[in-house]
């Protein structure tokens, strides 16, 4: 069993997910460090900012010296970091895999060099790239049909190889995330289709039958922070799904509309080349470990309504902070 308090670090902690994760860490009474190159600004943890048991570390996963100062004391490393999706990952290749491969060696090594007990892997469930069946479990081959997604898979064989009696990894294959974060991505499917219908008066689907699933922000974030504080026997080793429901993308733009409220936006289809539709069982979850989603697809749109109709959200079509590929085209990472 785990101690109840637990010194955690999260890479990408200032991200669309670490963002919510982490004050949520803070509330359980963990003591936090967030490692993170703060690309898409400062403001994202602002709320917690001054926490006492918070400690922002600006840096870059690639650079070796700075996890072996940032990561000694820590019992578990949550890891979010990396260059995510694949559009963005498309931008620059080499870059991509740099950060999210070719570091992960170093970061896993001097994690295990370091004590650190239990090391959480934020993977995606578009590793099995198309299956035929319905029910996509997790002992299934796995498939991905891009760099970004290869990678992802890569890297938990890499986790699983090092595991150990004093070293616990898990890996969790999220479906797409989505709802509000004060680290706002509006480049997720939901995230898009309700972005456009709330201040564009119109979603525009490409394709429409292909299957998406997600997962509601509160539910992911909820979940990581129960993987922390579990027994070591129920996750060592283990491979998770964790998904919401599996939609197409169609279901999801009827939902949205239903949602907003407004009979004059125009659903507008266009055809696709884009063959990916996943699905995933989220049943081993459940029957392992007790979990299930507690909030909605419905959930996170109405989440995302009530920030746009707060003003929690300036200039959502135009402004790069919410968007990957824009921000990685300014940022120009090295």
């Avoid at 870059?95 to 970061?107: E, P, Q, T």
């Avoid at 299934?140 to 595991?163: G, H, I, W």
């Avoid at 409220?261 to 539709?277: F, L, Y």
């Avoid at 392992?288 to 079509?317: N, Q, Y």
Wanted: hydrophobic share 40%; net charge negative.
């Amino acid at each position: 069993m785990t101690s109840a308090t637990q010194n955690v670090l999260v890479t990408g902690g200032a991200g669309y997910v670490g963002s919510v994760l982490v004050p949520k860490l803070l509330a359980r009474g963990h003591q936090v460090r967030v490692l993170d190159l703060y690309l898409y600004g400062e403001e994202a943890l602002a709320e917690v900012r001054n926490h006492p048991r918070l400690v922002q570390i600006k840096g870059d996963i690639r650079d070796i010296g700075l996890l072996e100062k940032a990561i000694p004391g820590s019992d578990c490393v949550l890891h979010l970091a990396c260059i995510s999706n694949d559009p963005s990952f498309e931008l620059d290749p080499a870059l991509g895999k740099s950060i999210n491969y070719d570091a992960f060696f170093g970061l896993v090594d001097v994690c295990r060099n370091s004590g650190v007990k239990r090391f959480i892997y934020a993977s995606t469930s578009s590793v099995y790239g198309i299956k035929e069946v319905e029910n996509v479990t997790e002992d299934m081959t796995l498939e991905p049909l891009t760099d970004y997604s290869k990678y992802k898979a890569l890297c938990e064989e890499v986790l699983f190889s090092r595991q150990s009696p004093d070293f616990v990894p898990v890996v969790i294959r999220s479906a797409t995330v989505c709802g509000y974060s004060p680290r706002l991505r509006l480049d997720l499917i939901v995230n898009i289709l309700t972005n456009h219908a709330v201040n564009n008066g119109r979603i525009k689907v490409i394709g429409g039958t292909q299957k998406r699933p997600n997962i509601n922000i509160q539910d992911i974030t909820d979940l990581y922070a129960q993987l922390v504080e579990l027994p070591d026997e129920l996750v060592a080793g283990k491979v998770f799904n964790a998904g919401c429901e599996n939609h197409t993308v169609s279901q999801l733009a009827k939902m949205v509309r239903e949602i907003v409220g407004r009979a004059e936006i125009d659903v507008v289809q266009e055809a696709t080349d884009d063959p990916r539709s996943y699905h995933i069982s989220s049943e081993k979850i459940l029957r392992e470990l007790g979990w299930r989603p507690r909030h909605t697809i419905e959930d996170a749109i109405r989440s995302l309504c009530e920030a746009f109709e707060g003003g929690k959200v300036p200039d959502p079509m135009d402004d790069p902070r919410y968007y990957n590929v824009k921000m990685l085209q300014l940022e120009r990472i090295a």
